[in-house]
C-alpha cells in the first residue's frame, strides 16, 4: 500500500483556531474577533493505493474558496485560501498516475469547505461521509454552520457510513473502509460533532488520516482544543482516546492542516518516534 500526500494549495487561519482561547460561545467567537493570524498552513489529502482501488480521503480545497460569501462572518474575518486550479487534487493525481476512474472510494472526514472542495474531481467514486455530518452540512442551517453546500456538484450524493460495534482499538465502533478491513473509519467528534478519521494498518505502523481532530500533531499530544469545537469535552474526550490508541500501537498521527505531517509520513515517524522535549512526559507514560 503506498500512500500519496496532497497538498492542495494552502489556509490561512487564526491562532486562536489552531490552538482555542478560553471557553465555550468565547472560545469559539476568537477565530473572528482576533487579529492574530497563524502563518499559511497546507492543506491534505490523501491517497491510498489499495489492492481493491485507490482510496482518497478527503478532496482538499479548491480555487472557488478564493471567492467566499462575504456575509458570513467566519468567511469573511476567520479564513484566506491560496490555491490554483492544477493544484487540486484531480489534477495533481493524475500527475501521479491516478485518473478519476481508479478512484473507488472517497472518504469525508468532514465536510468543511477545505474537505469537499474538490468534490467535482470524483463523478465516478463512491463518496462516504458520517450521516450526522452529512444532515449538518446540508441545507440553509449548513450555509449558517459554514459549510457550503450550494456548491456541492449536483450529481453529489454522499453516502452514510454503516458504523459497526467493532471496537477497533480505544474506538468503541468502527467502519470498514476496504474490504480486507486494513482501512477502517473511526469516529473522532469533537472539531465536528460527527467528525471521523481514517486508520490505514501497514504492516507495523497505523497511519491515521486524522482530518481536523487537531490542527497540529502537538496539540493532540497536550490535548488543546481547537477554536471551533461546538463541545469542549466531546473533542477534549477525542484527543484523548486517540493518545490511548498512539500507546497501543506505533502510529502516524497526519492531521490535514499540520505543516509537517507530510515529512511524518515520508520518515513513516509515529508519535513518541522522535519525541520533543514537551512530550517526553506522555511518550514515558507511553511506555
Ligand atoms: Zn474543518
Redesign the pocket.
Known sequence: MRIHAIETGRVRIKQAQIEGRGHGLWRQMQPMLSSEWADWSPVYAWAIEHPEGVIVVDTGSAAHLKSLPRWHPYFRFAVRFDIEPEQEVGPQLRHLGIGARDVKIVVLT?M?I??DGGLAHFPHSRILASAGEIARASGVTGGLLGYLPKRWPNWFVPEPLAWQPAAYGPFATSARISAAGDVVAVPTPG??PNHLSVIVRDSDHEIMLA??TSYLESTMLNGTVDG?SPDEVVATATLARIREFCTQRPTVYLPAHDPHAAQRLREYRAVGGLPPVTERRFVSVAG
Do not use: A, F, R
Request: charged fraction near 20%; glycine fraction near 12%; aromatic fraction near 0%.
Open positions: 468532514h468543511h477545505d474537505h472539531h465536528t482530518g481536523d471551533v
